[in-house]
Every structure is written in structure tokens, then in C-alpha cells.
């Protein structure tokens, strides 16, 4: 081992030390919030949203709520999830990393305590904290962190819960999802299994109505004690596939993706420009088409009117839940809390490369047109390629059109409006945010139960104050193999089944197109020492030792070659 080596090992065993020393959110109280009266919390999820999905992110899709909240808030250029579904909330319910939590791989179990499938009891959930602290929790939407019913939404602190157990469901029906292996739809309310007459809702309409109605009863009762504030997570399905939308929806987007994914791509790349999303280098990296993207002009008239259909179902979905921010913004006038209501709104990855409906022997049913209740489509990486703009990838891989999510956060009088940052800021920090908001201590034990130090750091000072978060924090991320470690403006990854870490500068490239492990030998050193380090004391196995027999997703193709192997 060579002297530079042993030196820059030390520097990162200290940065570890440094920035994992236990304990130091877990009681810390909302000193830098905002005003005297606590405040209430919305936290907005959607499901599989690119980065680029939002107009106030360079989108041609209609999402004026959701742009207002930007337009009156903080945008974050840089906020990072899990990649996918599962371990993004369980990273975001809890505070902790996935493996911690219980949930490294999906809500299955594979055997082990960090890959169980549900949350543990070390790692409390927000609803179990605020709620301690004196909070109204509310839950509307996608829970995915759980089936048994010792981790319903009930039993992990919420008051109050309406929506799915699981990854997914139909939006007109709650019938078992045809995705070629057992995939039942359950719907609670509270602790009771619904069973909605098929074609008599709208599931995103649902959501939206029970979190409307929760608002309405949380008033109701906090009128004896006018300072009880309330809690509400708003865990949108939408716009995950299956590909199927309203009517009145859809016909505002015929016509509108006619001109084929490069250009709308190229369309979204210079509006990401124009908001200082990115840089004109960085739109004229992203601007070259991804080898697996076909040629729109090379398509048959019958490919294109597909395809067509699929973008234009996809808006109407995201569409829809934007009107249900509306409809929750409206009930804030109307309760006289819009002045003390922070809302934080994010993604839980990045859109979808699967093709659900014609994923051969796993393939789901596809018994009527795109959007209608029949359908069983979704986008496909070709249209994830414009949904992801300006990065690369998708869903499930740790890159950054994987992991990357737009962040909103929204305090009227509180939070400055218009500001674009960039952050660095990760799932991880949620809940110490929350926490310190709502003056609430996380505690060290609960139920007899040692609970697991928070990772995370808040986002208070930045988003109050104005503050940067330290950059030079490293930044994990393990799934299915699949492996990335941030620091600073260096990226490390690797993509399962190769061990080859590629490096990349995202101060420059945040597009990964030029990979600089080659020339940068003691970065990669030093970060893949952080990485392991990680690892080991969060939990993570090698994934080929644990691996299901049948993958939730496709086998992904090997990384670019000229990685190193470590």
C-alpha cells in the first residue's frame, strides 16, 4: 500500500467520523424555524416522475400548482432519492438508509434483518414522531414499506389512512395488478380492506378526496386546542404506470407530443436553460440521443400514434395530481392555515426504462386503449429518456436520471420566493427537517426499543436561512447491486452485474457522459473506502449472494467500457 494511499484513506475514515457521529439530530429542537406557532407540514410524493415532469422544471406539461409553489418558494437543483420505490420511502418515512430500516431490496423478504421487506422497530417513522410531539398524522396515498399488518400506516403513528399497502394498483379498479406473478391490490381505510366497485373512481381523485376530508376532520377536532397543527403525507401513485387517465385530461395533450421524444427532449433541455436548471454546456451534452433511444422518424405511422399516446396519458396522470395540490391548497384558504402550512413536494425516482405490457412471459394484460381502464401500458425508457432530461438512465439505476428528483418547498412569508439553489440535499434529510420544524425530539429509545441515530442533517438553515449544506458530506446509494457514493463535485458508481466503478465530476458533467476514474485513481480510492465503510455498518451484502430468483426488473446492460474494477 502506498504512502498517498494510507493518507487519503486517513482523510476519509475522518470525513466518515465526521459526518456519521451518532445522535447529533435526535433531539435537537426547531431553533432556526420560522414564528412562535408550529406549523403544519405537507410533504407531497409522486411516483416515478422524472426530473424534468414539472413545468417550473422545464416541462411542456400543464403543472400550475405545483409551479406556484416553485415560483413562491425554493427549488433545489440537486436533491437526491433511492432510485426506486420501496427503498425511497423507507428512506424517507424513517430518516434512515433503506438497509437500515429493514428495506435494502423491495418490500419482499430476502432473509436478512437490512432486506426484510418491512420497516423495523428501530426506525421510527414521522407519523410515529410527530405525533409524539403533538401532531395530527395524516396519511393519504402509497405506503410500500410494509403488508403485515404490525407496519400498516395505523400501527406506525398515523392517525388517520387511506390507500394502497403496496407498489402499485389500477386507477379505475382495485383488481390484482397483471404483471404475470401475485401482485394483489390492498386498499385500507385505516385498518379496513375496501372494495371499490370497478369504474366507480378514480384512484388519484380518491387520494386527493381522503386527504381533503382528513383536513376537514383534523380541523374539526383541533378546535378545542387551536395549536394541535397537523401532518399530512400526500403519497400520489401518479403518473406510475399502468397508463390510465381521465378522459377531459387526456384530450388537453392530443397532439402535443406529435413532434417525437429528441424534440421534445431538445424543447425541455432549452426551457431547463432558460429557469438555470443547467447550463447551455450541459444541454449540449444531454442533446445526444442515448444509443438504446430509436429514431422517432425511423418509426411506422402505427409505432408513432402509440407511442404518441402513451406521452399523452402519462401528462394527463401528472396533470391530474397537480389539480389535486389545487384542491389542497384551496382547503388551506379555507381553514385559515395557508400562512402556517410548509409543503415540501418530491419524487420517489426516476421515470420508469420498463414496458410492462410487453415484458414477454411477465407482461401484464392489455385489454383496451392507452388510458383507458383496459390498459396496461407505460412510457418506456424512450419517453423516460425526455422525462429524465438532462441525465442519464433510469429508474432503478444509480445514476443520475435514477436518482435525481426536483424538490420544492414551499413557506409563504417564510421561505424567500424564486430561489433556484443547488443543495445536495437526499432522502435522508427529511425527516430531520420535519423534526426540527415542528420542534419535535427524536427520541433515543422507544417502546424499549434502541432506535437508530438519525444520518440525515436538516434542511432548516437552508431553507429558511438561506444556508448551504456542506458539500463534502458523502452521499450513499445501494440497490440491486447497484452501488453510487457522492462527495463533493465526485460521483462514484457502479451498475450490477459489473464491480467497475466509474467516476465522474459532476460540477461539470452531472450528464455522466465522460467517465474519469482512468485519471482520477486516488478519488476513486478514496471514495470506494467511503463506500465500503458504508456499507459494512449499514448492513449491505453483496447482492449476488442474496439475489431472488426472479428480479422485480430486467437484467440492465453493462456500464460504458474503461471502468475501474475494484
Known sequence: MTRRFIKQSLVALSIICASNAPGQAQTKKATSAPGKVRPNIILIMVDDMGYSDL???????????????????LRLREFYNNAICAPTRASLITGQYPHKAGIGYFNVNLGLPAYQGYLNKESLTF???????????????????????????????????????????NYFDAGPMPTGRNSPVVILEGNQRQHPKPNSYYFTDEITSHAL???DEQSKEAKPNAARPFF?????????????????????????YDAGWDNIRKQRLDRQVKL???????????????????????LTYDEKTLWKAKMEVYAAMLDRADQGVG?????????????????????????????VAHWGPKAGRNSGPVGTAGSFESQGKNWSYVSNAPFRSFKAFSYEGGI??????????????????????????????????????????HGGTTTNPLPGVSLVNLLFNEKPLDEQRPLFWEWAGN???????WKLVSIYPSYQWELYDLDTDRGETKNVAAQNPNVVDALSLLYFDWAKRTDVVDYAKIKPQQPLLPTPRKPSVGSRNF
Not at 400526500?234 to 397532439?255: C, F, N, S, V
Not at 447550463?279 to 442515448?290: N, Y
Open 55 to 73: 413545468g417550473s422544471y422545464g416541462s411542456e406539461i400543464q403543472t400550475p400548482n405545483l409551479d406556484r409553489l416553485a415560483s413562491e418558494g
Open 127 to 169: 407519523g410515529e414522531v410527530l405525533k409524539g410531539a403533538g401532531y395530527s398524522t395524516l396519511l393519504s396515498g402509497k405506503w410500500h414499506v410494509g403488508n403485515d399488518s404490525l407496519v400498516w400506516p395505523k400501527q406506525r403513528g398515523f392517525d388517520r389512512f387511506y390507500g394502497i399497502l403496496g407498489g402499485g394498483s
Open 213 to 215: 376530508t382528513y383536513l
Open 232 to 256: 399530512l403525507y400526500l403519497a400520489y401513485t401518479a403518473p406510475h404506470w399502468p397508463l390510465q387517465a381521465l378522459p377531459e385530461d387526456i384530450a388537453k395533450y392530443r397532439g402535443k
Open 276 to 298: 438555470g436548471i443547467i447550463t447551455q454546456k450541459q444541454a449540449d451534452a444531454a442533446a445526444v440521443r442515448d444509443a438504446d433511444i430509436p429514431d422517432w422518424d425511423a
Open 327 to 355: 384542491k389542497i391548497l384551496t382547503k388551506l384558504k379555507e381553514l385559515k392555515q395557508y400562512e402556517n402550512t410548509l409543503i415540501i413536494f418530491i419524487s420517489d425516482n426516476g421515470a420508469p426504462a420498463e414496458d
Open 404 to 445: 435525481s428528483s426536483p424538490f420544492i418547498a414551499w413557506f409563504p412569508g417564510k421561505i424567500k420566493p424564486g430561489r433556484l439553489e443547488k443543495g445536495t440535499g437526499h432522502l435522508i434529510d427529511i425527516a430531520p427537517t420535519l423534526y426540527e420544524v415542528a420542534g419535535a425530539a427524536y427520541p433515543t429509545t
Open 483 to 489: 452501488r453510487a457514493v457522492r462527495r463533493g463535485k
